[in-house]
């Protein structure tokens, strides 16, 4: 029973980040921030938590900083990012 729970979890990890595309981006402050096709959401190279709110809505958490990412209709993406000391902005490609 305790296999297939964590079978089927790790089954809704993945499914969460299906619609993510590959990205690079760097964030103000020294955030780099790197998502694999499909897969999962890094920053500054550890993985983050990724939370999905829409098909077309991500947010990646890790140690304070959350990264808020936006797929849009025509392929393009809109991140920007939070701090903890409440610092935020706009993230571009890198």
Known sequence: ???VMVSE???IGAAN???IPQL????????EVHADKGGYVYINGEE???KKFSSNSYEATLRGITISITLNPDE????SY??????NGICTPD
């Open 24 to 31: 690079n981006y760097n964030c103000p402050t020294g955030i």
């Open 48 to 50: 983050a938590s990724l």
């Open 76 to 79: 393009t993406v809109d991140m």
């Open 17 to 19: 980040a299906a619609g």
């Open 1 to 3: 029973m305790l296999a």
């Open 82 to 87: 939070t701090r903890r000391n409440g610092a």
């Open 9 to 11: 979890f790790a089954m």
